[in-house]
């Protein structure tokens, strides 16, 4: 069998090949294979596709704006209407005051630009030591350079050295915030640059925080002046039930990172929010006012703004961040209702997202594939743990006949198990 040229994203390469699922066209929830077969989105892709897939007026305004302006860098003095227009929408609905907005590529690219920023920002205002950067165990934050090394899931670590590809980083347990009080007692705050986390942390198993987890450790970050960094880039931009988690649990970061789904996915494009402690050293007329140096070519980019725009308009119009919310009550009725069967350990919800929990006795890798044969796409996440996260257009019946079809699987292993013994 010849090897295809794609090298997919995070495959076991000999694993897929010849098992490769080949979408071919989209429409609202539902995708279509090159095999015919239709299928229900039920991750979002990969968080993202609020909106759903394929809305005419999403491919308009990308061809209106590539008709005027489809592309120019923002780099130095340059800039365009759109990433303008965009950044003033953005710092209206931030959970932060008085933002400033870089704008780049993605989520990956995000979790690099702000934990650059918070090393440069200590670093300017002459606290050259604070430099370790803590994100917590089970974190998922990118995979370019610095959130590989941030990673709280250790398959994405693996076979980068013995240590991390950047240097200054720890880990602490997910849910204790007196693991993090330890860590910081042991590297010293003054050796401390930021604090990462997901508000609702997604590929480490859908985590939602625990009552007071995050009050403890927005407290402990301003007695010992570290920078709070809410990762934003799956649960931003409606999926929690509001625009932002960082509203939803009442938190205060110094930068929120963001990115899926300010275009629901129909371009790439991330940024963050960065409050007026950490941007106002860098606006300051001043001899010794620093330059962030950095930057990417996309940075801006006139037709992914133009999009951001419209899906954010979409959101408004619809009312689909108040929907998410009312989804997310569907959804967690349907998941508590499954809790009883017998290979299913915990579920959780965190917003319209959700986690399955399954016993060892089954793979959350082969159920989902099994779910597949039934026309709806979940995934696998760590824990053995399968994703559910569709679009914000999904209807309550959808949601309903997704969970049945991952206990109709489950059923059918039972009878497998039993059947064997």
Known sequence: MTTPAL???QAHMPSVIGRQINVVSAEGAYLTTDTGARLFDGTASLWYANIGHAREEMAQVAYEQMKKLEVYHVFGRYTNERAIELSEKLVSIAPIDDPKVILNSGGSDSIDVALKLARRYWNHVGRTDKKVMISREGSYHGLHAYGTSIAGLDFNREGYGTDSLVA???????????????????????????????PVMGTGGVHPPQAGY???????????????????????FGR????????????????????????????????????????????EKSVNSPIYRHGTTYSGHPVTAALALKNLEILEREGL???SAELEQVLARELKAIESHEFVTSTRVGGFLGGIELSSDVSAELVTDQIIERGFITRPLRGN???????FITTDQEVRDLVGAVRAVLDAAKTKTAAIA
């Open 385 to 391: 743990t399968i994703q559910i996260s569709p679009p």
């Open 168 to 198: 200054d980083t720890e880990r602490v347990a997910m849910h204790d915030a007196g693991a993090f009080a330890a860590a910081i007692e042991r590297i010293g705050a003054k050796n401390i640059a930021a604090y990462i986390a997901e």
């Open 240 to 283: 929690t039930g509001e625009m932002f988690a960082s509203s939803r649990y009442r938190l205060q970061p110094d930068i929120v990172v963001f990115a899926k789904g300010i275009t629901s996915g129909y371009a790439a494009l991330g940024g963050i929010l960065v409050a007026p402690r950490v941007w106002q050293p860098f606006f």
């Open 214 to 236: 995050f009050e403890e450790i927005q407290r402990l970050c301003r007695e010992h002046d570290i920078l709070f960094i809410a990762d934003e880039v799956i649960t931003g």
């Open 321 to 323: 961040v108040a929907r």
């Open 7 to 9: 090298w997919s994203a």
